[in-house]
């Protein structure tokens, strides 16, 4: 039988889940964020150092958190920011990036560097909003007129690759993308329809009103089963699912309406409370360590490639609207990527059009991205401490 979990690793990845926040509770200062620690701790459970175990013993319930990366992602991002400045600068600057990816990337395939030309270039235009969520709302980033901007660049840096990589490297291919589109916004048409049904009273809604803060907690299941069911959907957990997962969360918010916060606080503690730390664990896990020690130059490319490129065009995008230190800012959050780069080195791998050290790299260099730059934002960061919000429940289980 498939996706079996192994106990074993699971147990090793649990207590690697509380070190990591043990630690950052520990060291408040210190401005590493606990995804960095969770990865970290991955490649010392696996084959590489101590092998403990192995990605594959944990899949199923990984597959589950990168779900909820993304699905919380999209929770977190509203629509309404696409019809302002700050939507419509975090449009423009992606589109620069992508320009810049291709022709970059164009010119590495031309010396035989890259064979897969599409997958990397795309991977140097994401952003790992998802990732970035915990310490910027810890930190009270995400308020103000930084805040919208900073939501925006990341919800564009995150969606706009992702459409692409379910249209384009989507191995169900492009027609099964589109279906996954269509079915979403099918799915936010049935939600409206139920929601107006809740709310125009009725035993099912009094049913939903006495159930979700109860035992029964009726809509936290319902979101759950949701994003499980979008997961079960493909055979395995394929970008069609990621996309649906990061539209389901934005579709999401929209339903719940008023009841966002609360049902946001039990998605982070059933999110980042478990789901997301075995997801980065086992990245760790999977991490082809010795192709990046046979190739460093490869990771160091990709990484100062992914700051020129993607965090490059926010210095020019936002000169007129933001000051030059929040300007750095935004550049760094755009330019932090992780998630969507794990995926595509898979996918690379997988159809075998990418070279294993390319995708080791790439996902290296994500590494790299998610270890520094979410530090340096908080260390540019100016106001006041007390500025900066309380965190919601298990929020911070892949914040620093």
Do not use: C
């Not at 069911?229 to 719940?256: M, S």
């Amino acid at each position: 039988m498939d996706d079996v979990v192994s106990i074993d690793t699971l147990a090793a990845v649990a207590a690697v889940s509380l070190l990591a926040a043990v630690v950052v509770g520990l060291f408040p200062r210190l401005l590493v964020p606990q995804v960095v620690l969770l990865l970290a701790g991955g490649m010392v459970l696996g084959p590489h150092v101590l092998d403990v175990g192995a990605a594959a013993d944990v899949r199923v319930l990984a597959d589950v958190g990168l779900g909820f990366v993304f699905l919380l992602a999209g929770y977190e991002l509203d629509p309404r920011l696409f019809r302002e400045d700050a939507g419509r600068r975090a449009v423009l600057a992606w589109s620069v990036s992508l320009g810049l990816a291709l022709g970059v990337v164009g010119v590495l395939a031309a010396t035989g560097v890259v064979r897969a030309f599409l997958p990397v270039a795309l991977g140097l235009t994401t952003t790992a909003l998802g990732t970035l969520l915990p310490v910027l709302r810890e930190k009270g980033l995400l308020g103000g007129r930084l805040g919208r901007y900073l939501l925006a660049t990341g919800g564009v840096g995150e969606l706009f690759p992702v459409l692409a990589i379910a249209v384009f490297l989507g191995s169900q291919g492009r027609l099964a993308a589109l279906a996954s589109l269509g079915a979403v916004a099918v799915l936010a048409v049935v939600l409206g329809l139920l929601r107006r049904g809740v709310r125009d009273g009725g035993r099912l809604a009094a049913v939903v009103r006495a159930g979700q803060d109860e035992t029964a907690q009726i809509t936290l299941r319902a979101t759950v089963l949701l994003l499980v069911a979008l997961i079960a959907l493909t055979d395995q957990f394929h970008l069609d699912a990621v996309l649906g997962a990061f539209l389901a969360g934005v579709v999401l918010r929209q339903w719940v309406g008023t009841a966002a916060p609360q049902l946001e606080a039990k998605l982070d503690a059933v999110g980042y409370g478990f789901f997301v730390p075995v997801f980065f664990v086992s990245s760790g896990m999977a991490l082809d360590l010795a192709s990046i020690a046979h190739a460093p130059l490869r990771l160091l490319l990709f990484f100062v490639l992914m700051l020129a490129v993607r965090g490059g065009p926010a210095l020019l995008v936002y000169r007129r609207v933001l000051p030059a230190r929040q300007r750095v800012q935004t550049a760094l959050v755009s330019a932090t990527a992780l998630p969507v780069l794990v995926a595509l080195a898979e996918i690379g791998v997988r159809s075998r059009t990418m070279l294993p050290e390319n995708a080791a790299a790439l996902v290296g260099a994500g590494v790299l991205t998610v270890l520094l730059f979410p530090a340096l934002v908080v260390a540019l960061d100016r106001r006041p401490a007390v500025a900066a919000p309380v965190p919601a429940a298990g929020g911070p289980a892949t914040g620093g």
